[in-house]
Structures are given as structure tokens and as C-alpha cells.
């Protein structure tokens, strides 16, 4: 997925201006609010099954297109920071009768070690996705979720939430 050096530019002043704080908290209380059974602002919706474990974040009109794209930037470039490598990267179109759905996918893998003072690979949250899909072109949704292995030769994986809270940092304060 390339992108253009106007586009990379106007990323990172929004990063620098930390116009993300709008929604990094409010996701993650979003997220627990949801997991509790209490309304909330921002639709969220829970990912639990078997060694799948995430969250959907839904598009809102108030946090506007052009900042949902940058805050699946901002998500891809925190996994990246806690030493996860993209391992693969795809755009696709899925043309359906009435709509065109744009998908970006985005497939991070930890880094290869051995949990200290053993033989079992260490799997941390295991392999993150990370997903922004789109129906003709108008933002729909961003899917973050772990995918674990049930395997012996694994360690068991860390809680997805643990790696929610320090991809979003709700605690995080303007500079």
C-alpha cells in the first residue's frame, strides 16, 4: 500500500498534534463498556472467539473519513513500536450488486524468541490483524484483533486487553 509524500506528510503532523487523543480513550472505554453491557458513544463491538480476540471500531461522522484513515495508521505504526513486524500487507475490492467494498489488511507477526529459561516460542498477543474496510470509499469500520496458537511449542498468549491498552494509551495527555 503506497503511500504519497503529501499524504505520509500530513500523517505525521496530525501525529504531532495529537489530534488522535480525540479517540484513543474513547475507544478503549468504549471497548470496556461494551465488554460490561453499558452504552456507549462509539460503536464497538467485541471479538472473543477461541484464540481470536479484538474489537471492531466502528466509523462514527463526527470523527470524520480523513481522521478514521490516520487512526489506522496510528494503530499500524504503535504495533510496529511494541516490536511486531508486518509480515504482509493487501488491498482488495470486493464489488457486491449494490456496493464495492475496499478492505486494507494488515498482518503483524511478533518477534522470533524463546520465552526466557525455556524452549516455547514466545507468541506475546500472537499475530495481530489489522483491518479498515470501506464500502465505496465512505469509512465502515477497523477491525485489531490477536490470533493465538493452541500449540504446545507456544507460550500461552498475553491478554489482548494488555495490548489494546498500550496500542490506545487512554492515560495519555496533550504535550
Known sequence: MKRSAKYVATYHKWVEAQTYLNWTAPFYTAYHYKKAGLPCKLR?????????RGAVF????????????FFFEL??????????TLHSENELQVRHERYTEQVKKLLF?????D???????????GNVLLDYVQVNNYPGYIRFATNSYQDTFFSKPLPFEELLEKILRPQEKKK
Not at 466502528?58 to 470524520?64: A, C, L, Q
Not at 507477526?109 to 524468541?113: C, D, G, Q, V, W
Open 115 to 125: 520465552v526466557p529459561g525455556s524452549s516455547l516460542c514466545n507468541q506475546l498477543y
Open 109 to 113: 507477526t511478533p518477534p522470533a524468541s
Open 75 to 84: 494503530l499500524s505504526d504503535r504495533v510496529k513500536q511494541h516490536g511486531y
Open 44 to 52: 464497538v463491538q467485541l471479538i472473543e472467539v477461541e484464540s481470536l
Open 58 to 69: 466502528f466509523y462514527d461522522p463526527s470523527i470524520g473519513a480523513h481522521n478514521f484513515g
